[in-house]
């Protein structure tokens, strides 16, 4: 069975910076590319950035480019989301999800992030 | 950025009808299309991909069409458990979500 566990969410004042793991367990990670996707409170879902199986295939959302960086750890089988300069229109649920081809079998149930002073 | 418009936002129905959401791209997408299913407090579930494959495990009531800019997901029979908001996601190029259909009972 596919699980992904995020954590490293919390309440962060703007500015500052914040580190989300995911940990993948019941498939070969390394098989597969990886996404965040956020979901604001009460709005729709958002895609933040994906990964390619082998990390060269990175890409970004214009609104966290610059910002946030993502990275993974295969022999960890583990995902990872650097956001930096947070803003309070970041705050949301973040999800990880395992990409099947060009869409999302498998999603975690996600970490939450407040950006508030 | 390629935008992904819904119709309806929000759709009331009863058990037994036959539903039909459109998603619109603001440019042709070929068939990079799929379809979401989320409940409140839980994680997205893929229902269908490549604009009308089913997900493994999704009931056969669920069904998708389209290619090139318009889509549909049909819902052929409403069930209790199919009250949910869904989405479509469109991966031709950067990834976009539409805004969400809202399916409520009535």
């Not at chain 1, 199986?53 to 609104?63: E, K, Q, T």
Request: net charge neutral; charged share 15%.
């Amino acid at each position: 069975e596919v699980q992904l566990v995020e954590s490293g969410g919390g309440l962060v004042q703007p500015g500052r910076s914040l580190r989300l793991s995911c940990a993948a367990s019941g498939f070969t990670f390394d098989d597969y590319a990886m996404h965040w996707v956020r979901q604001a409170p009460g709005k729709g879902l958002e895609w933040v950035s994906g990964i390619s199986w082998n990390s060269g295939s990175i890409g970004y959302a214009d609104s966290v480019k610059g910002r946030f960086t993502i990275s993974r750890d295969n022999a960890k089988n583990s995902l990872y989301l650097q956001m930096n300069s947070l803003r309070a229109e970041d705050t949301a649920l973040y999800y990880c999800a395992k990409a099947g081809s060009s869409w999302y079998t498998d999603w975690g149930q996600g970490t939450l992030v407040t950006v508030s002073s | 950025d390629i935008q992904m418009t819904q119709s309806p936002s929000s759709l009331s129905a009863s058990v037994g009808d036959r539903v039909t959401i459109t998603c619109r791209a603001s440019q042709s997408i070929s068939s990079y299309l799929n379809w979401y299913q989320q409940k409140p407090g839980k994680a997205p579930k893929l229902l269908i991909y490549a604009a009308s494959s089913l997900q493994s495990g999704v009931p056969s009531r669920f069904s998708g069409s389209g290619s090139g800019t318009d889509f549909t997901l049909t819902i052929s029979s409403l069930q209790p458990e199919d009250f949910a908001t869904y989405y479509c996601q469109q991966s031709y190029s950067q990834i976009t979500f539409g805004q969400g259909t809202r399916l409520e009972i009535k």
